[in-house]
């Protein structure tokens, strides 16, 4: 298909999006992502039964503790999509970069670079 | 078991902004299996509080422990050796929990990171409800298995109560009648003889009424 994808996202394969916790979305963050994006299989399609609904659920949590702590709740988002859906999987990425990049870098990795810079 | 809710993030915010080595310490036990304070949920806080105070500008040095339980001595033991190595203490554990770490290590403050609700029964994915209340003498045997102390509203003995419509408390809509579910409880055990038993009354000394409680066991001690 040879579709074109943003390069500046690294892609973390998971057995299930059901595998996704919130501590793994709230690290991702802390070591200074931008943004997160969960990509799990169509609502009622996961082959066990409830994963990509948990997945959703914690992307959820993620969110309002991120919100709380002064991040944004907006920079983490949930798709679905199936497997056989590669260019939907493109446009994901290209809609997740380009909120990222209307919402700008995340406080954690500006304020880390601060630090870097004073040192 | 004991059932305990997180405590907003901000609340928690507010209690430690003037601490600067945290210690959050959850628990194994309870607030483990209500998802409130176990290993996973002092993983999100402190990654949380990590992230808050990078953001102001105001690093702090945050630690996680799980403890298997914080109401035993010998658990609680484990934190003394690198205890100076901490200026408070966030615990997520039930308030026995909290008030047994503060009782042991008395220089040290303690903030509490969750709020401890009831005794209760997971009754199902994401729901908690009451089901004892501690009372210290259980009536369970005469009441078909269903507790009228922690399930009534009135923790009546001899009910229902005038307020008992269609199953329902008069609190709420969504509220069992505790004496409509013993009633049916007792038709279904071929027992309604036990609800023509008049209880007697309830000796409260054992409750909260009667101060704090303690056990003793004299066979057990050494």
């Not at chain 2, 008395?106 to 009372?135: F, H, K, M, S, Y």
Request: charged fraction near 30%; glycine fraction near 10%.
């Amino acid at each position: 298909m040879r579709l074109k994808i943003p390069s500046n996202f690294r892609i973390i394969r998971v057995p299930c999006t059901g595998k996704v916790d919130v501590i793994h979305i709230l690290r991702a963050f802390e070591k200074g992502a931008d943004g997160v994006y969960v990509v799990g299989c169509m609502e009622g399609d996961c082959h066990f039964n409830e994963g990509n609904f948990r997945a959703r659920k914690r992307v959820e949590q993620a969110a309002k503790i991120l919100d709380q702590v002064g991040v944004g709740g907006e920079r983490v988002k949930m798709f679905n999509l199936s497997a056989g859906e590669g260019p939907l999987f493109a446009q994901f990425s290209i809609e997740m970069d380009n909120i990222i990049r209307e919402l700008g870098p995340s406080p954690i990795r500006v304020a880390k670079q601060k630090k870097k810079d004073a040192a | 078991m004991i059932i305990a809710e997180k405590k907003p993030i901000e609340e928690i915010i507010d209690e430690v902004k003037d601490f600067n080595r945290l210690l959050i310490l959850g628990c194994n036990e309870c607030v483990t299996v209500c998802e409130a304070g176990g290993k996973k949920e002092v993983e999100i806080l402190a990654s949380a509080l990590r992230m808050y105070f990078i953001n102001k500008g105001d690093e702090k040095v945050i630690t996680e422990n799980t403890l298997e339980r914080q109401c035993d001595h010998e658990y609680l033991e484990e934190l003394r050796s690198n205890i100076d190595d901490y200026d408070a203490i966030v615990s997520l554990a039930c308030g026995v929990g909290v008030q047994f770490a503060a009782e042991k290590y008395l220089t040290t403050p303690l903030i509490p990171g969750v709020n401890t609700v009831c005794l209760g029964a997971n009754e199902d994915r994401g729901l908690w409800t009451e089901r004892c209340q501690a009372c210290g003498s259980c009536v369970l045997a005469r009441t078909g298995g269903i507790c009228p102390v922690s399930r009534c509203a009135k923790r009546v003995l001899n009910g229902p109560c005038g307020g008992s419509t269609n199953g329902k408390c008069e609190i709420s809509k969504d509220v069992d009648c505790a004496w409509q579910l013993i009633l049916d409880r007792l038709k279904a055990l071929d027992k309604m003889g036990d609800y023509e038993k008049i209880a007697p009354i309830k000796d409260w000394s054992t409750d909260r009424a009667g101060g704090p409680r303690t056990v003793t066991r004299e066979d057990v001690k050494i």
